[in-house]
C-alpha cells in the first residue's frame, strides 16, 4: 500500500512539475511559485487539523528546512523548464532527487532485499534512458558556430542537476518527521517556501502579476503539489526510505508522457524503452513489501 502511494506522488510530482513548467513558459517564475504554493500552503492548513492536533517542534524545524530547499529547487528548476525541453528537464532532476534519500536510508540500516536493489538500479537507468536526447544529423551544439547553444544547454543541464539535489533534501527531511506530526510538517514547510520566495521578489523588486493565462495552470499545478507531498509523506512512514525515495522520484516519466502528449515533444525509442524501464522497476520494489 505504501509503495503505491509512493507511485501516486510520482504521477502527482510529474503533472505538478508539468503544469509549472506550462505556466512559467507564459509568465515570469516567481508570480507562478507565489500563487501555486500559496494555494499549497492553504489546503495543507485546511487539511492539517484532521490528521493531528499538534506536531512537536521538531518536526516543524524539519518541515521548515524542507520547505526551504523546496523552494530553491522549485526556483531552479522552474527557470531550466522555462528554457528547455521539460523532457530532458525533469528526468535529470530525478536522477540527483533520490541520491541523498537512499544514502541516509543506507546508512540509517535500511537493507532493502535483492529484488528491491535491483528495481533501485533499474529506476536509475529508466531515468537516465528518458533524459537523453536523439542522436541527429544536426550540426552538434559543441560546433563553433553553435557555442553559445552550447553553453545555454549546458546551463540547462546545470540548473537542472541543483534542482535535484536541493529536492533531495527535502525529501530527507520531510521524511525525518514523526507520525503523529500528521500533515503539520507539510504547513510550515509551504510557509517557509512561500515566504522565501516572496522575501526574495520584494527584495528584487520582481513583478508579483500573473498572466490570467496562466493563473488556473499554477493553481493546479499547486494543488497536485500538495497531493503529492501528503502522499510522499505518509509513504515514507510505512516504507524504506530508500524505497519510497527512489519510486517517487520516477516523477520525470510522468512529467515527459505530458510533454508528449500536449506540448509534442517526441518520445523515441530510447526514452519509451525508459518509461518500460521504470514501470518494471516500480513493479520490481513493490515485490518485496
Not at 510520482?10 to 509549472?20: N, T
Not at 493531528?52 to 528548476?77: I, K, R
Not at 535529470?92 to 541523498?100: E, K, Q, R
Request: proline share 5%; hydrophobic share 55%.
Amino acid at each position: 500500500m505504501y509503495l503505491l502511494l509512493a507511485v501516486a506522488a510520482a504521477a502527482a510530482y510529474g503533472a505538478a512539475d508539468f503544469l509549472g513548467g506550462v505556466a512559467s513558459r507564459r509568465s515570469a517564475i516567481t508570480p507562478v511559485i507565489l500563487v501555486s504554493q500559496g494555494l499549497a500552503l492553504l489546503l495543507a492548513l485546511l487539511s492539517a487539523p484532521f490528521f493531528a492536533a499538534a506536531p512537536a517542534a521538531a518536526d516543524l524545524l524539519w518541515g521548515g528546512a524542507a520547505g526551504f530547499a523546496y523552494a530553491l529547487g522549485l526556483l531552479l528548476l522552474y527557470r531550466a523548464m522555462a528554457t528547455g525541453l521539460m523532457s530532458v528537464v525533469a528526468p535529470i532532476t530525478g536522477i540527483c532527487a533520490p541520491c541523498l534519500p537512499v544514502l541516509i536510508g543506507l546508512l540509517h540500516g535500511e537493507r532493502p532485499g535483492v529484488w528491491a536493489l535491483a528495481g533501485m538500479v533499474l529506476a536509475g537507468v529508466a531515468i537516465d534512458l528518458v533524459s537523453r536526447e536523439p542522436n541527429t544529423r544536426e550540426p552538434s551544439a559543441s560546433a563553433p558556430g553553435n557555442a553559445p547553444a552550447a553553453r545555454a544547454a549546458r546551463r540547462v543541464v546545470f540548473t537542472a542537476i541543483g534542482a535535484g539535489m536541493a529536492f533531495g533534501v527535502f525529501l530527507s527531511a520531510i521524511a525525518h518527521t514523526s507520525p503523529g506530526a500528521g500533515l503539520w510538517p507539510l504547513v510550515a514547510a509551504r510557509a517557509v517556501t512561500l515566504t522565501s520566495h516572496l522575501g526574495v521578489a520584494l527584495w528584487q523588486r520582481q513583478p508579483l502579476r500573473l498572466e490570467r493565462s496562466s493563473l488556473w495552470t499554477a493553481l493546479a499545478g499547486g494543488a497536485l503539489d500538495i497531493v503529492a507531498n501528503a502522499m510522499y509523506l505518509v509513504a515514507t512512514r510505512g516504507a524504506l526510505l530508500s524505497l519510497a525515495a527512489t519510486v517517487t522520484s520516477l516523477y520525470p516519466a510522468a512529467t515527459v508522457l505530458l510533454a508528449s502528449l500536449t506540448l509534442g515533444e517526441r518520445i523515441h525509442r530510447r526514452r519509451g524503452f525508459g518509461l518500460l524501464c521504470a514501470a518494471t522497476a516500480v513493479v520490481l520494489i513493490s515485490a518485496t513489501q
